[in-house]
């Protein structure tokens, strides 16, 4: 590698600490989020009551908060895709598909990546 490559890789790896510092909180975890969005996760949704897990989703990639259309402020849901884990072993089998659903704000739930 030449001198000059090896000094614009130098500043880059330099600059961008400072320039994600010079950033808002909002605007870092945005950033983050859409990183994320693009590397893609493998999360796994568990929604309880009474304690006991009632519900799971698996392979989902992200949580959406719905916006309103009219005023474009956060509404009082989130919502996703994953695959509904039927007999909650924690395994996609057969039979178990792809499926749409929402949470409101008042749901007990836990959102976490998949350990395996």
Request: charged share 20%.
């Amino acid at each position: 590698m030449s001198l000059l490559p090896r000094r614009a890789a130098t500043l880059a790896a330099l600059a961008l600490p400072l320039l994600l510092g010079a950033c808002t909180q909002e605007t870092q975890n945005q950033l983050k989020r859409d990183l994320q969005n693009w590397t893609g996760t493998d999360g796994i949704l568990e929604v309880y009551s009474n304690g006991v897990v009632v519900k799971r989703f698996l392979k989902i990639d992200k949580l959406s908060t719905a916006l309103g259309t009219q005023d474009g402020s956060a509404r009082s849901y989130r919502f996703g895709y994953g695959v509904i884990d039927l007999n909650l072993n924690g395994t996609v089998d057969a039979g178990e598909k792809r499926v749409y659903f929402e949470l409101s704000d008042y749901s007990q739930y836990v959102f976490f990546d998949n350990p395996n």
